[in-house]
């Protein structure tokens, strides 16, 4: 018989294959590699990712709820098209979201929450020194998914979440933009000093002016992009 120690060893889980497939998938479209209006070839995808039809169908399904993907009526799933004025309204929305969220969490996020933004600020910034878009571009969310968290309110983490799920590539493409990108760093260390000093007032200032430059420069890369 196992030892004490033994018997109350945390379990290993293992995500769901499909979970696994979503986030390749997610990262490929945020990143522009599958294009809006790109067929999603089940034959090629399934070849790529070395996986079965069934996980990767699955895994459209859910990119469809996020709104990364449409599905066709008897002819497969494409990724989804991106409407300026659909962009311009959800972030909008989530430039008022992230304000309020930063004005709540100077008043509830504990000291744990505020380390973990700061050891992601830091991670953030090694991978903007190194020019790694992609790796900047998930400390970058995760640091704004922590603020929302830290304000303690479900209901406004919820939505928000929704929203981002859509407008996460074009928070990306905005960052194509060198210019933008270093601005975006820049002001994420304001963001970082006024949420240490739980400065509500400044912070939700300063995340709702973050998100109006993302949806400039967005704008700006959406127009070229569809141009081109």
């Known amino acids: 018989m196992g030892s004490i120690e ?17 986030d390749q998938l997610r990262d490929l479209i945020v990143q ?7 067929r999603l070839n089940e034959r090629v995808l399934t070849g790529q990712l070395g996986i079965s039809r069934t996980p990767l169908r699955e895994a459209i399904k ?13 002819r497969g799933a494409i990724v989804a098209p991106l409407d300026a004025a659909r962009v311009t309204q959800t972030l909008q929305v989530i430039g008022a979201l992230e304000g309020l969220a930063g004005e709540l969490a100077c008043t ?5 929450q505020l380390a973990e933004v700061r050891a992601l600020h830091y991670e953030m910034l090694a991978m903007h020194a190194r020019g790694d878009l992609a790796g900047y571009f998930r400390c970058n969310q995760a640091i704004h998914l922590k603020i929302v968290e830290a304000a303690g309110n479900a209901v406004l983490a919820n939505t928000y979440r929704q ?22 760093v820049r002001e994420h260390g304001d963001i970082l ?15 709702r002016d973050h998100v109006d430059g993302k949806l400039g ?6 127009s070229e992009r569809q141009a081109a």
């Open 163 to 184: 929203l981002n799920d859509y407008a996460r590539r074009v928070r990306y493409m905005a960052n194509l933009s060198k210019e933008r990108w270093d601005a975006a």
């Open 62 to 74: 859910l990119l469809a709820a996020e709104g990364l993907v449409e599905l066709l009526p008897n």
């Open 32 to 38: 522009g590699r599958l294009a809006p209006g790109a």
């Open 108 to 112: 509830h996020a504990s000291d744990e």
């Open 193 to 207: 000093r006024a949420l240490a000093e739980r400065d509500a007032p400044r912070l939700k200032a300063l995340l």
């Open 6 to 22: 033994e018997l109350s060893a945390p379990k290993i889980s293992r995500r769901p294959l499909h979970e696994e497939v979503v």
């Open 217 to 222: 420069a967005a704008l700006g890369a959406l």
